[in-house]
């Protein structure tokens, strides 16, 4: 005797099995109704809606940049004294607008954001240069009338110039394209 469901209290299955092959391979569907569409989603191998990113570093450099900064998660324990500053700059923000309101949660609901949106350009603004103590959540910026090098220092110097950053024991910046 093979192996076989025991019996499960609730409505049984109104499409079997083979239905559902026959409707997947034919693209049909037929009236379904939601709670079997999450049902035959749920039971799917291959699931849309979850993914994973990864980035293809193109940098030869990469790796030797990335250990300096995977350190600080992964090696040495930041100490106590020790200060974590994230520079970048904003040049601009893209002006979105999502097409449908956003729901809000409800018992036995989260809320829901609709994914869709519509882009409205983008908002220029002046060189917008911040730095981000990760430890304080404390935000220091700056908007220099040029981009570059030179904005760039003098926001660190600003930093520097500060107690908290001065008798630190390591200060850690951390830039993307600078």
Not at 64 to 89: C, E, F, H, M, W
Request: glycine share 6%; net charge positive.
């Amino acid at each position: 005797m093979g192996l076989c469901d025991r019996p499960r209290s609730g409505r049984p299955r109104r499409i079997s099995e083979l239905e559902r092959a026959e409707l997947t391979r034919r693209g049909l569907t037929g009236d379904i109704s939601a709670s079997s569409v999450r049902r035959i989603l749920a039971e799917h191998p291959v699931k849309p809606w979850r993914y994973q990113s990864w980035i293809f570093p193109r940098d030869p450099e990469f790796t030797a940049k990335a250990t300096v900064v995977l350190d600080l998660y992964q090696g040495q324990p930041l100490g106590p004294n020790d200060r974590v500053i994230s520079v970048d700059a904003k040049p601009s923000i893209q002006a979105r607008a999502r097409i449908h309101p956003t729901a809000p949660p409800a018992p036995g609901r989260v809320i829901r954001v609709e994914h869709e949106y519509e882009r409205h350009g983008a908002l220029a603004l002046l060189a917008l240069l911040a730095a981000l103590d990760v430890h304080t959540g404390q935000i220091t910026a700056t908007t220099p009338p040029t981009s570059g090098i030179a904005p760039f220092m003098a926001l660190l110097g600003q930093i520097m110039a500060q107690d908290r950053y001065k008798k630190a024991d390591r200060v850690f910046v951390i830039v993307d394209n600078h």
